[in-house]
């Protein structure tokens, strides 16, 4: 599908801490990075700002955001104002209110068209079984079966053009990806992790994501650029 001198890939960045580092590590492997996320009613919308910031200082060839309503289903404290984003609360083996139905399934299926109209072999995305919040579509067995799911519901896959998923960082620790991400030189303090961070992009301190992120650059020896407002 692409020739070795100019492979292309689409990196799904949501202006959060792992898909900074997997942007990264796509231009670490010689990939010309076509970045995408999405507007799709998150509360925590400066994420946004940091996905143009994070896909500009890291080389992307192109930077797009679609605009994708979850608010009209809701289910997820991400999407439904009514629903508050828990806060200093115990891990448990139960997935979360903060996770959004079907959200990465939605992403992919996009990336995977704008792959092909690119004429690009390759989807990157930051899922992680590891330090995570639980969420179902953040498994190696969601993963394989999209890719899988990929290769037999397009043009391409049908006419032998190999469509692969990436998630390097599927089995690595918090720790492990900040310290990956700091020796390919990601400027951590560009990206916003927290669930409600504010217009600034200022954290929590206090969500799920927060508390990964901030036990991620402990456990790594590397200073925690994060901003916080309380």
Not at 172 to 193: C, E, H, N, P
Request: glycine share 8%; charged share 20%.
């Amino acid at each position: 599908m692409n020739s070795p001198d100019n492979r292309k890939a689409v990196v799904l960045v949501s202006g959060g801490l792992d898909s900074a580092t997997v942007l990264a590590i796509a231009r670490e492997r010689g990939y010309c990075c076509y970045t995408l996320s999405f507007d799709y009613g998150q509360r925590h919308r400066a994420e946004l700002v940091a996905s143009g910031r994070v896909s500009q200082a890291l080389g992307a060839v192109e930077h797009k955001t679609l605009a994708i309503d979850l608010r009209a289903i809701g289910g997820s404290a991400l999407t439904d104002d009514d629903i508050a984003v828990p806060e200093d609360a115990s891990p448990d083996q139960s997935i979360p209110i903060t996770y959004v139905p079907a959200r990465n399934t939605v992403f992919l299926s996009i990336a995977l068209g704008w792959a092909e109209v690119l004429h690009a072999g390759d989807i990157f995305i930051g899922v992680n079984a590891v330090d995570y919040s639980g969420y179902p579509d953040c498994r190696p067995a969601f993963i394989n079966a999209f890719e899988r799911m990929a290769n037999l519901a397009t043009r391409a896959g049908v006419e032998g053009d190999v469509l692969r998923i990436h998630a390097p960082l599927m089995d690595m620790s918090k720790a492990d990806i900040i310290r990956r991400g700091s020796a390919l030189g990601v400027d951590y303090s560009m990206t916003v992790s927290c669930y409600q961070a504010d217009a600034a992009g200022r954290a929590c301190g206090h969500c799920d994501s927060c508390r990964l992120r901030r036990q991620g650059f402990l456990a790594a020896g590397v200073e925690d650029p994060t901003k916080y407002y309380r």
